[in-house]
Every structure is written in C-alpha cells, then in structure tokens.
C-alpha cells in the first residue's frame, strides 16, 4: 500500500483522530464487559437461542412469534422478550465494536508513516476480537457451558487489554526515572496474578457459586469446608453437572468460591504492594494511587456480593472493577516497558 508523507499539520490531526478512536473503542470495549456481566447475571444468555440472529431474525420484534410460544412453553426458562432484548443488544455492540476494530486496522496501515508505529499490534486485535465473536456464539451453541463462557469472558478482558496498550502507545510517556525499568518484571507478575484471579472469578460466575459461601471471612462457618476441588474444577462439563452427568454438588460450588475468595487476598496483597513501591515514581503515580483505589473498591464490592446475596448492580460493579483492575496494570507495564527500552536506560538505572 503506497504512502505520501504527510504535512507537519495533517500528521497531527491523523495521530489525533487516530487516538480517538482506539480511546472510543476501548471504551467500548470496557462497556461491552460489563453489559456482559448483565447478561450473564439475568440469565440472558439464551434469550435467543441461536445465533447471529433471534430464531432467525435481525431483532427480538421479528422474533416475537417464537419468542412468545417458547416462553408460553417454559415460563420459567430462558427465553423471554426481556432476555431476548438483553441478548441481542449485547451482540449487536459487539458488531459495532468488531467495525470500529477494522477502521483502526485500516488506519494504523494507511497512515502508519503519520502514526510512526508499526501497525502489527493493531492488527493482531482484528483476529483477537473475531475469536470472541467465536466465543459469543459457542457460548450459545454449547448452552452456557462453563469452560466456553469463562474464555468468552477472558477474551473480553484481553480485548482490552490489548486495545490499553495501543491506547498507551498514542500518548507522550511521562518522565519517569530509568531506575524504574527495574520493576517492569514485577509488574508482569502482578498481571499475571490478576489474570488467575479474573479466570477464577469468572468460574465463580459461570458456574453460579457465588452464594457457595454465605458468611465471612470463614465459609459455612469453618476456615476450610467439605470441598470437591476435583468436580469444582471439571473443565469439559455441561452447566450445572459434573462430567458424569450427575448435578454439580455444594461442595463442588464451595471449592469454586473458597479459591476465588482465597486467591483474592494474594492479588489485594501483592498488587497493594506493588502499587506502594511505584508511587513513589514520576509518571507512575497516577496508576499508581488509582490502583490502590481500586483494589480497596473491588474488596468492597466482593465482600458486598456475600452480605447483600450478590445483588445484581454490585456484581457487575465487580466485573468492571475487575476490567479497571487490568487497565492499571496494563498501563503500569506498558510505561515501564518504554523506560527499559529507552537508550540510556542502564545508564539511568545503574
């Protein structure tokens, strides 16, 4: 693809049409995250049980025959227009995000002279986010199974991830002292601690055990209850059953919530830490402090699911906090990445 070398001017205006839209579309990204989690948490996940459409239809009002008799059938199944509604707006946000995906790909090849960034990672989120649109459908192919459903979910958090990165690499890097560079290693650690949380939250939520554990901190009033780690963490399994067939037991559903709530603690701790020792850096202290913020918000919300019987609106408060958790510490790593790859970084560090 040929390119002519922009005016000084025109150059600006691409780079900030450019940012605006990676920023619009992470920030739907981040919406679509938690309409996610509301899907999920009303039970909408098969309010239309096929796939792209709604028994065949672009929208629930065509769908309004078969939506009626199948709700008629089951009424308390999962098919209702309510459902359907919730459902389908997710997929067609979804669509939209998938479009303007393409226009930043379009853009980071066509002006990547103006951009002055190889325009690889934007290009490989174009696969990324037409793999969650793999998973949004087997989500509904495979009837909720827990294995499909967490990955759809760990899609979405990648996506954003990954669109976080692209975002951080539009803007000017603060000046932050070359010594900094050397917790870059720590900070992957952290994501990757995060990134086990956020899998072993969305099993909590997935398999529904996040009412497995009624009090706290201890769980049906012992430090460590009867648990079935081994059916809790079947993989290959219908929603609701063990691999046998048989329906999940309490234990199962307690070992699910038990790691979650645990594991929790390791990230609050490790993370809180991480965040205190980067605080103390210029061009770090924003993400910094915002992190600590928002682990206290996330144990707050997490511990508000357990007393309040996990009302909707804290739970998907939980999920978001959980996607912002990723944001933090994604920009974290990004702007430490670009300290060690500054010139003079060992020069500056050592």
Known sequence: METVQPSADRTARIRARYAKLVAVTMFLTFDL??????????????GCPDWPGCYGKASPIGALHDIHAAAAAMPEGPVTL?????????????????????????????????????????????PA????????????THLLMPAVVTAHLLGGISLLALLTWLSARQTVLPD?????????????????????????????STNYAALACMD???????????????????????????????????SALTAIHWT????????????????????????????????????????LTGLTSIFLQWPIVIAVLHNGGAAVLTVLCVTLLVRLSRVRRAPDYRARAF
């Open 33 to 46: 995250i938690m309409f996610g989690a509301f899907v999920r948490l009303t039970d909408s996940g098969l």
């Open 82 to 126: 309510s459902k359907a509604w919730i459902e389908m707006v997710h997929r067609y946000a979804g669509t939209l995000l998938g479009i303007l995906i393409i226009a930043i790909v379009v853009m980071a090849w066509r002006h990547r002279k103006a951009l002055a960034q190889s325009p690889w990672l934007a290009t490989v989120i174009l």
């Open 129 to 140: 986010v037409c793999l969650q649109g793999a998973f949004g459908a087997w989500t509904v």
């Open 176 to 204: 932050i002292p070359g010594e900094a560079g050397r917790w870059w290693g720590y900070a992957a650690f952290g994501l990757a601690l995060l990134y086990t949380q956020l899998a072993l939250g969305g099993w909590v």
């Open 216 to 250: 706290f901190p201890t769980c049906h009033g012992q430090w460590v209850p009867e648990m079935d780690f081994h059916g809790g963490y079947s993989i290959l399994r219908a929603l609701g059953e063990l691999p046998s067939g048989e329906i999940i037991s309490q």
């Open 260 to 299: 979650h709530r645990n594991f929790a603690f390791v990230v609050l701790v490790y993370l809180g830490w991480l965040a205190l020792k980067l605080r103390r850096y210029d061009g770090l202290r924003g993400p910094s402090h915002a992190l600590l913020a928002m682990l206290g918000v996330q144990l």
